[in-house]
């Protein structure tokens, strides 16, 4: 664990905020900062691409100009940025932010990121030799077979590797693979071992309570919303970008929908329907995750943002109000 310095004499613990998207968990996050002179620290795979704004439901650019936002738009579309570059950047802006004085605040759903950053997971970031070969190999296996062939390949190689990782998220199930046949060890081992390590900082993960039904409702009034204000020409841009296509950032959910729409083979209904069933989808499969992370979740009772971020702070010990 890093040196905590001085900061324990203002709170106990660094609050990280999870749970599955359209939970309410920005708003509990943002209310903690500004009742607390916090930063915020964000834990979303996706923010992190510039221009991927209304898809990824960011905060607006007023809450943005308010309170100091990290590890938000700070690639470009196409660009790799992994789980190690989460754990690592995370660390470097807590520490900052912790330097000066404030409360950093971690918000994001995307549960690796959550549980590199507590177990100090690297997810198998080498850059030897061999694993460059074993890459290679399977993404010719890739290229040959597709991506539903590499993946069963992961499922019996790895079931608790395939179970965390997305079929979708090609690169990171060459990497599975590639480690387990560099090494010898499956990547769920490796993570495993890797926890020993321990979190960075003092940490305490809150989640929003919602309701499964009401969730799924403000999901579906969310992505309505995202249409209002533009995602379809959001998401035309990300098509016609040729970084983009097959890239993790195109994966996300509100984007790679709308590619049928824009060949002319589906009409928009279409499109937002499948939207809409895929975002519920993800939050279910966040839950899951959520489940199995193997960490002590504390449950922000539901009420207002304001109670919300009162009940962190009283959780968290956080005395001083900058």
């Known amino acids: 664990m890093i040196d905590p310095g001085p900061y324990l004499e203002k709170y106990a613990y660094i609050p990280i905020v999870t749970g599955p998207t359209a939970s309410g968990k920005s708003a509990a996050a943002l209310e903690l900062c500004r009742r607390f002179g916090g930063e915020l ?50 660390k470097e802006a807590i520490s900052d932010i912790l330097s000066r004085g ?26 030897d030799q ?50 387990r046949k560099a ?48 995602l379809e020409d959001e998401a035309r841009k990300l098509c016609q970008n040729p970084r983009a296509k097959g890239t993790t950032c195109f994966q996300a959910i509100g984007y790679k929908e709308f590619e049928k729409y824009f060949e002319g083979s589906e009409d928009i209904s279409e499109t937002i329907y499948k939207i809409k069933l895929g975002s519920r989808h993800y939050a279910k499969r966040q839950l899951t995750w959520f489940r199995h992370m193997g960490i002590d979740i504390e449950t922000i009772p539901s009420g207002s943002a304001e109670a919300q971020s009162e009940f962190i702070a009283d959780r968290c010990r956080i005395s001083k109000i900058n």
């Open 183 to 230: 090494t010898g060890v499956s990547f769920s081992e490796k993570n495993k071992r890797s926890k020993l390590e321990g979190p960075a900082f003092n940490f305490k993960v809150f989640m929003p309570d919602v309701d499964r039904a009401v969730l799924y409702d403000r999901i579906n009034r969310r992505v309505e919303i995202m249409i209002d204000r533009g």
């Open 41 to 90: 620290v964000s834990a979303d795979s996706m923010q992190i691409y510039k221009g991927l704004d209304i898809g990824t439901a960011k905060d607006s650019p007023e809450e943005r100009a308010e309170i100091a936002h990290h590890l938000t738009d700070i690639i470009e579309p196409g660009e790799d940025f992994s789980v190690f570059d989460f754990v690592n950047r995370a």
């Open 130 to 179: 061999e694993t460059r070969e074993a890459e290679e190999y399977y993404y010719g296996i890739l290229e040959k077979e597709g991506k539903d062939s590499l993946y069963k390949l992961l499922e019996e190689s790895d079931p608790e590797a395939a179970e965390a990782i997305h079929p979708n998220n090609v690169r990171r199930v060459v990497r599975a693979l590639a480690v």
């Open 102 to 127: 404030k409360l950093p605040v971690v918000c994001g759903g995307t549960g690796q990121y959550i549980s590199a950053l507590m177990f100090g997971i690297d997810y198998g970031e080498e850059d």
